[in-house]
C-alpha cells in the first residue's frame, strides 16, 4: 500500500518551455503532497507544501510564478516548471502523505534536463 | 535548519556494523529515516515520535533522544543491499513545521562483499 507515482520519468527540453510532472496516489487519498529538488550528491530540499483545494505553500526562496504548482484532487498534484532554464535542470521528488499518516511516501522522482 | 549528519560516509564489509547520527538545533516533533538507491527516490526506513519508544526491524533500528534533538540509526551485519545514502528527515515541535521535513545532508553508506 501507499504506492506514489510521478509522470514522467525523464524529461528533456529546450530553454524556455514549460514541463509539467505529475504527482498521483495510486492507493490512497493525499490530503497534503509535498515537493523537493535534489541536485546531483545534495539533500532532499523542500520547495513547497501542496494540500488538497488551497494554494501551495512555498518554501523560502523558491519563486512561485516559476514554479507552480496545483493539487486538483485528493490523488493529483502538478508542479509545472515554467519557461525552464539549464540551472532547473535537476531531480524533481513528490511525496504524499494522508490524514492521521506521519510517513511521506515517496514518488519514484522526475529527472528534467533542460538544454 | 538542516540537521546535521554523521559521518559523512562509511565503508563496510557485509557483517559489520555501523552507526548513523542525525543532530539537529531545533527542538524536534518527529524523526525519519530514508534509504536512497542511486537516481532512485528514497525509501522509507522507520519514523520515531516525540515519547515514542525506540524502532527496529530486523537488523536496522534507530533511537531518538528528544532531549538532544539526537537520533542515531544501527545497521548490524550489514548487507551488500544496505548501500546507499541515508537521510534523516526532521519535523519540528510545533508552529509551522508540522507535517514538513527538513532532511540532512546524507550519509554514503558502502558495504563490500
Redesign the interface.
Known sequence: GAVVSQHPSWVICKSGTSVKIECRSLDFQAT?M?WYRQFPK?????MA?SNEGSKATYEQGVEKDKFLINHASLTLSTLTVTSAHPEDSSFY?CSA?YRGQ????????T?LLVL | Q?PVQSPQAVILREGEDAVINCSSSKALY?V?W?RQKH??????LM?L?KGGEQKGHDKISASFNEKKQQSSLYLTASQLSYSGTY?C?TEGAGGTSY????????TILTVHP
Open positions: 497534503t509535498f545534495q539533500s532532499l530540499m523542500l507544501t521528488i502523505t506521519e510517513t511521506q511516501y515517496f514518488g519514484p522522482g529527472r | 538542516q518527529s525519519h530514508y537516481g532512485e527516490a528514497p525509501v522509507f519514523i515520535l537521510f528527515g507535517g514538513k521535513l527538513t532532511f540532512g545532508q546524507g
